[in-house]
């Protein structure tokens, strides 16, 4: 029902952009959020956008360089990734908050999609 894709794999200081679309239901009423896990590593939250195109991020290291936006009438969310860095590198999952609170808890979690940063 929900479906990150996008991934790849990029050098270190580049850009990926990355898209959650929907089947069977709409995006408008949910907050997205995106998150990632490292090999090895817990999963982690990376950004959040409510309905009303609030937006969190979880760190500081992210504000600045990820960029999440929604677009109802294509039913997708997106998570824009500039100066990507080694560590940047995971699967990236998107999921919905039907509460639409950015604090879950989360419903429908989509496949990831695997970003590689690498030289």
């Known amino acids: 029902q929900l479906q990150a894709f996008g991934g790849g794999l990029v050098q270190p200081g580049g850009s990926l952009r990355l898209s959650c679309a929907a089947s069977?239901?709409?995006?408008?009423?949910?907050?997205i959020s995106w998150f990632r896990q490292a090999p090895g590593k817990d999963r982690e939250g990376v950004a959040c956008?409510?309905?009303?195109?609030?937006?969190?991020y979880y760190e500081d290291s992210m504000r600045g360089r990820f960029t999440i936006s929604r677009d109802n009438a294509e039913n997708t969310v997106t998570l824009q990734k500039n100066r990507l860095k080694p560590d940047d590198t995971a699967v990236y999952y998107c999921?919905?908050?039907?509460?639409?609170?950015?604090?879950?808890?989360?419903?429908?979690w989509g496949q990831g999609t695997l970003v590689t940063v690498s030289s």
């Open positions: 999921t919905t908050d039907p509460h639409d609170s950015c604090l879950g808890p989360w419903a429908y």
């Open positions: 069977e239901f709409t995006l408008d009423h949910y907050a």
């Open positions: 956008m409510r309905s009303t195109g609030h937006t969190r």
